[in-house]
């Protein structure tokens, strides 16, 4: 598989990224239509839901690389941990931060 799918202008728009998206938006809609299946109304807040776990999957990520695996470089350069088109993420931060925002939003 090639590093970028294809180019918008000169932002390119990677493999790793799409495939991240369209897992997200995959699981979402299969959340959805289940509870909508299900009929006790939970499916109304599944997208509400899933974007905060994403969003908190994706910072936690992030985060768990800068600190855990690169913090010896990012500890001089905090300007660029937000950088994510450098490379950097890890999945045990992701699962960890979406796990507490999902329990947050239940709560």
Known sequence: MHQYLFF?????????GAMLA?????????AYFLLKKDGRGWHEHIIDFSITVAVAGLIGARLWDV?????????NHLLEIPFVWQGGMAIQGGVVLGTIAGYWYLR
């Open 67 to 75: 600190f855990f695996f690169d913090w010896h470089y990012y500890g």
């Open 22 to 30: 369209l897992a997200i938006i995959c699981g979402a809609s299969v």
């Open 8 to 16: 918008i202008g000169d932002f390119p728009i990677r493999a790793y």
